[in-house]
């Protein structure tokens, strides 16, 4: 096969689950609620992009700044990837690592900032539905990763909370989107950090971490450890600063 055809065969088989997980949410509140899109966060206007990019800024400049102190701590050894040797014939497998880390990002947050969180708002209101979404969100996590150190379940909740936050005060899943897909693709296809307990050798560059765990998080992201609390801390910081705006 081409380049071309590997690259966009990769793309759909990885778009699938994604595609699968929409339809069905998006299935269950036009016919079993019978709502409209606007009450999953999806309505589009034209502040709808900005949020996007606002979050994905958030997103590279949190995981950034986590790169550089496990640099600057001689834990992290960046060195370059296959791409970087043979662009040509490593972007099928590039663009498919690509769409498999953002069409996640979009499953979750329609999922779970978007109908769960619907759900639980209508039933129980907003503080329920911030922190039942969060823990969901968490656990889910957890069943998908048996091995799941302790840190990233812990992570994975403030980071709920923060895109829960971030639902309700835009109206929307936009920004939510833009920080969950920029997070998952600045540290996996572009600073190739370890992801799920072993290396991701598909970005960029690839990032080899060592060091304690309970700081770097291992094999496993670094998001399963203090780093990726100071990350998703800097991350509020810059969302509380913009949050007037909205």
Not at 62 to 72: N, Y
Not at 118 to 146: D, M, N, P, Q, T
Request: aromatic content about 14%; proline content about 4%.
């Amino acid at each position: 096969m081409s380049t071309f055809a590997r690259s966009t065969l990769g793309v759909l088989i990885a778009s699938i689950p994604m595609g699968t997980a929409v339809a069905i949410t998006l299935a269950f509140i036009t016919f079993v609620d019978k709502k409209s899109l606007a009450y999953l966060g999806l309505s589009y206007d034209g502040d709808s992009l900005t949020l996007v990019a606002y979050g994905a800024g958030i997103s590279l400049g949190c995981v950034t700044i986590q790169l550089l102190i496990g640099v600057l701590l001689g834990y992290i050894n960046v060195k370059p990837s296959k791409l970087s040797e043979d662009c040509v014939s490593c972007l099928p497998l590039f663009l498919g690592g690509l769409i498999d880390f953002m069409s996640a990002a979009i499953f979750e947050e329609v999922i779970f900032r978007g109908y769960v969180f619907y759900l639980l708002y209508r039933a129980f209101g907003l503080e329920v539905a911030v922190g039942i979404s969060s823990i969901v969100f968490a656990c889910a996590h957890l069943l998908k990763h048996k091995n799941m150190p302790a840190m990233f379940t812990l992570n994975a909740f403030i980071f709920g909370l923060i895109m829960a936050f971030c639902r309700y005060y835009t109206g929307t899943l936009w920004l939510p989107i833009g920080l969950h897909f920029g997070w998952n693709v600045v540290a996996g296809p572009i600073f190739g950090l370890p992801y799920s307990g072993r290396t991701y050798d598909r970005g960029v560059v690839i990032s080899e971490v060592s060091g304690p765990t309970w700081l770097t998080g291992g094999l496993y992201s670094l998001d399963a450890g203090l780093l990726g609390t100071i990350a998703l801390a800097i991350a509020a910081m810059g969302l509380i600063i913009v949050a007037p705006m909205y």
